[in-house]
Nanobody, 122 residues
Framework: QVQLVESGGGLVQAGGSLRLSCAASEYITSIGSIDVMGWYRQVPGKQRELVASITRGGSTNYADSVKGRFTISRDNAKNTVYLQMNSLQPEDTAVYYC?????????????WGQGTQVTVSA
């Protein structure tokens, strides 16, 4: 069963914008609580890297490479996290993954989204 549903990737020219979204299923919130939600990206042959994260209270953290261009936000009522990507550059091309750690009374874990391809052409 898919617990995180991502959408919004695609092909865009350099300088363009895309908005990613990731919705966490009710199952996750039924087994635990979610504080931080984040976005990672990965290109072939490289490690997955953090792009941005946001706490339930709204505190954000960004990779230096995307500061000033990307904005992460969330809707706690919908358990959904968004990534607004502006001024996209070819080096932003990657598969983007939603990341949602959870904590419950019996333990915790991390869910990853299925990944969505973002391709930026020069």
């Amino acid at each position: 069963q898919v617990q995180l549903v991502e959408s919004g990737g695609g092909l865009v020219q350099a300088g363009g914008s895309l908005r990613l979204s990731c919705a966490a299923s009710e199952y996750i919130t039924s087994i635990g609580s979610i504080d931080v939600m984040g976005w990672y990206r990965q290109v072939p042959g490289k490690q997955r890297e953090l792009v941005a994260s946001i706490t339930r209270g709204g505190s954000t953290n960004y990779a230096d490479s995307v500061k000033g261009r990307f904005t992460i936000s969330r809707d706690n009522a919908k358990n959904t996290v968004y990534l607004q990507m502006n001024s996209l550059q070819p080096e932003d091309t990657a598969v983007y993954y939603c990341n949602v750690p959870w904590v419950g009374t019996s333990g915790g874990g991390v869910y990853w989204g299925q990944g969505t391809q973002v391709t930026v052409s020069a």
